[in-house]
């Protein structure tokens, strides 16, 4: 596996000088606003542009695959939603990941959830050490909603968890960070951010990953830096869901005003490594 050779103020520079993509397969999307982009020095490594008609299988899985999930369909009881096959549409060259308040009879597992989300993962389909991890997205707005682009290791292990963007519609706030440590004393290295607007249109959310260091991004520019020790490693694969919050703190879960269904909406995922 390759690694990046960038360390410290290096790495944010990197992030924040981008370049264009003169390749087919980084045709110029028409949702986000800049031309595709690509940290300087690295090369495409895998993708989804999700232009077919229905998710690729050699690319992603809907059943989860990591420590903490209580079943293959639904991760832990901070989650309100259990993952369906149905809640994974492809249409108009997009992702839909829909949310939706229709009761469902679960059995991985059993028990009756009162919402749907959908999910998807790379595990043992695709994973990678370091490089630099972008979508282009548009986030649902809604009380309760929880959606989010994040990496866990292909190993099962947890932590690390690189969380890239996950919007907590209650409280309007997108979260990024690093979960590190051994369990049960789990060091969290958080960054949130306000006023992004990633409700009402598109924008793309990256990582830029290398020895000791991450640096998030939107739009190709750095919003959080983290440095240290902590900083993993090891391979790591693309999870990407909806869902709902089920707790009271963050804002708490849905109620009546949260419109359904909804989606997170995804135009393209693409991951690179240095050359």
């Given at each position: 596996?390759?690694?990046?050779?960038?360390?410290?103020?290096?790495?944010?520079?990197?992030?924040?000088?981008?370049?264009?993509?003169?390749?087919?397969?980084?045709?110029?999307?028409?949702?986000?606003?800049?031309?595709?982009?690509?940290?300087?020095?690295?090369?495409?490594?895998?993708?989804?542009?999700?232009?077919?008609?229905?998710?690729?299988?050699?690319?992603?899985?809907t059943?989860?695959?990591?420590?903490?999930?209580?079943?293959g369909?639904?991760?832990?009881?901070?989650?309100?939603?259990?993952?369906?096959?149905?809640?994974?549409?492809?249409?108009?060259?997009?992702?839909?990941?829909?949310t939706?308040?229709?009761?469902?009879?679960?059995?991985?597992?059993?028990?009756?959830?009162?919402?749907?989300?959908?999910?998807?993962s790379?595990?043992d389909?695709?994973?990678?050490t370091y490089?630099?991890?972008?979508?282009?997205?548009?986030f649902?707005?809604?009380?309760?909603?929880?959606?989010?682009?994040?990496?866990?290791?292909?190993?099962?292990?947890?932590?690390?968890?690189i969380?890239?963007?996950?919007?907590?519609?209650?409280?309007?706030?997108?979260?990024?960070?690093?979960?590190?440590?051994?369990?049960?004393?789990?060091?969290?290295?958080?960054?949130?951010?306000?006023?992004?607007?990633?409700t009402?249109?598109?924008?793309?959310?990256?990582?830029?990953w290398?020895?000791g260091?991450?640096?998030?991004?939107?739009?190709?520019?750095?919003?959080?830096?983290?440095?240290?020790?902590?900083?993993?490693?090891?391979p790591?694969?693309?999870?990407?869901?909806?869902?709902?919050?089920?707790?009271a703190?963050?804002?708490?879960?849905?109620?009546?005003?949260?419109?359904?269904?909804?989606?997170?909406?995804?135009d393209y995922?693409?991951?690179?490594?240095?050359?």
């Amino acid at each position: 596996m390759m690694r990046l050779r960038i360390f410290g103020a290096a790495a944010l520079l990197l992030a924040a000088s981008l370049t264009s993509v003169p390749t087919q397969a980084q045709a110029t999307s028409p949702t986000c606003t800049s031309s595709p982009q690509r940290p300087a020095g690295m090369q495409l490594s895998w993708h989804d542009e999700f232009g077919g008609r229905a998710l690729d299988r050699r690319s992603w899985s809907t059943v989860m695959d990591f420590p903490g999930r209580a079943g293959g369909h639904y991760h832990n009881t901070s989650y309100g939603s259990y993952a369906v096959d149905d809640n994974v549409v492809l249409s108009g060259g997009k992702l839909r990941l829909v949310t939706d308040n229709k009761p469902v009879v679960g059995t991985d597992p059993a028990g009756t959830y009162q919402y749907t989300e959908g999910f998807i993962s790379s595990h043992d389909k695709f994973s990678q050490t370091y490089g630099y991890w972008e979508i282009c997205a548009k986030f649902p707005a809604g009380k309760g909603l929880w959606p989010a682009f994040w990496l866990i290791p292909q190993d099962r292990s947890w932590p690390p968890e690189i969380d890239v963007a996950e919007w907590f519609g209650s409280i309007e706030s997108m979260h990024s960070g690093l979960a590190s440590g051994t369990w049960p004393d789990v060091r969290w290295d958080s960054h949130w951010a306000t006023g992004l607007n990633p409700t009402t249109g598109w924008h793309t959310y990256g990582v830029l990953w290398s020895p000791g260091h991450i640096t998030f991004t939107v739009d190709g520019k750095p919003t959080s830096t983290i440095t240290g020790a902590q900083v993993p490693d090891k391979p790591m694969y693309v999870v990407l869901n909806s869902g709902t919050w089920a707790n009271a703190d963050r804002g708490g879960p849905p109620d009546a005003t949260t419109p359904f269904p909804n989606s997170f909406d995804v135009d393209y995922v693409r991951v690179y490594s240095a050359r």
